[in-house]
């Protein structure tokens, strides 16, 4: 498409005019938001239209890179990008739980739209490497694998290590899995596979399993073997989209330990993306205790090691802050110069009153030499009334 402007001088100019489209179900402010901070993310001069759900681009080059990357769009200059297509290989109801995503009902995950059009809008390219300190069920690490990103995901939970490790490490043992699929699912066969990564996969199922007998009340068994099918075909699923879309994915890198005490090299990081754990609207300990004690997991005992869960009422939010200064102390050291750290941070209501809990990580965050560069609030729903919106914060080193 082109349009003729006319210059200072009357010269008429043909421009090209290049449209996109929001995918249907962008609803929220935040993610109108975050389409537009993505989009300018490549350079563009860009309009908003159609009720914003279109924007036009002028003299735009890079439609290919746009249609590759980008997250929150349907069409780029007429054309399907390859994220709508992704999400349509999908198991599940939910446009959000495509590929591996949907792997195991954890509390308080990403939107795996946001964290793709984060890590456009940080600049973060292919073969570079993001680090999240609390990597929780795996959704940045996926999405960074998708982009050709590297990514390193850290948590002290022996169960988010294991969900997102099968999230990510899945597609490259599929082969594996479907062998030893009879032993596994009908314990047929004298042994398992010996490989970490497909006893990972079923062990996981069975963690799911265990998730729908505690919290549904169905039967172990069948759960077990329904969960265990579907993650196989969400896996394949994975494997095609690779083949179809020539995916080159990035390395990924999941470490079982306290991000407080871990040793990374100084400045070797090219972006953070986390969400830190919300001390008072979710105990992780509490939630998935069925999950964590099929794993061994003395409950009593690894309180004390999560942060945000030990200690009570007003101590609580001590320890909690504490720790955290470490950890944004421990995320300033490996980050590089220059380049952006993103926390996903809510406030909390406490006995009645609203904790500032964005600002406190915005005041420390600058005291320890980051630059504030946007702050984006976002609405949530669903922990237990105690958290109505949390904030994107965008730091610069």
């Given amino acids: 498409m082109e349009k003729t402007i006319t210059t200072t001088n009357k010269n008429k100019v043909a421009v090209s005019v290049k449209k996109l489209k929001l995918l249907d179900n962008i609803q929220f402010i935040y993610e109108l938001s975050l389409a537009r901070l993505e989009l300018q993310s490549f350079n563009p001069e860009l309009k908003v239209m159609n009720d914003f759900r279109e924007f036009e681009i002028l003299n ?54 946001m964290i793709r059009a984060l890590l456009n809008i940080i600049k973060i390219k292919r073969g570079e490497t993001i680090l999240d300190p609390f990597v929780g069920s795996g959704t940045a690490a996926l999405e960074a694998q998708l ?5 390193i995901g850290i948590d002290i939970s022996l169960l988010c290590v294991l969900i997102s490790k099968v999230k990510t490490e899945s597609i490259d043992v599929i082969d594996e899995i479907i062998k030893y699929k009879d032993f596994y699912l009908h314990r047929k066969g004298k042994n398992g596979s010996e490989d970490k990564r497909v006893q990972n996969f079923y062990k996981v199922a069975e963690m799911m399993a265990h998730s729908d007998t505690s919290r549904r ?73 069925h999950s964590l004690q099929a794993l061994g997991y003395n409950l009593d005992q690894i309180k004390e090691d999560f942060i945000g869960v030990r200690g009570t009422g007003l101590d609580r939010f001590k320890l909690y802050e504490e720790d955290m200064k470490k950890v944004y102390d421990k995320m300033f050291n490996v980050l590089k110069k220059g380049k952006y750290c993103v926390i996903i941070i809510g406030n909390v209501t406490f006995q009645g009153q609203e ?39 965008i730091f610069q080193k």
Wanted: proline fraction near 2%; include cysteine.
């Fill in 60 to 113: 735009l080059n890079n439609l290919e890179e746009l249609k590759t990357r980008l997250a929150y769009f349907k069409t780029v200059n007429g054309d399907y990008s390859d994220y709508y297509y992704l999400q349509k290989f999908n198991q599940t109801k939910s446009v959000n739980q495509f590929l591996t995503h949907w792997i195991y009902p954890y509390k308080g995950k990403f939107h795996p739209q």
């Fill in 147 to 151: 982009l050709g990103i590297n990514s």
């Fill in 217 to 289: 009340g169905q039967n172990f068994e069948s759960s077990y073997l329904h969960d265990s099918l579907k993650m196989l075909a969400s896996v394949e699923d994975y494997e095609k989209a690779k083949k179809q879309f020539k995916l080159k994915l990035g390395k990924t890198e999941i470490i079982h330990g306290d991000v407080r005490k871990i040793h990374l090299k100084e400045e070797s990081i090219d972006g953070i993306i986390t969400s830190p754990p919300y001390s008072i609207a979710l105990n992780y300990v509490a939630n998935d205790a």
């Fill in 355 to 393: 904790i500032d809990t964005a600002q406190n990580v915005i005041n420390y965050c600058e005291k320890i030499g980051f630059k504030t560069i946007k702050k984006m609030e976002k609405i949530i729903y669903g922990l237990y009334n105690v958290m109505q919106k949390e904030y994107i914060l």
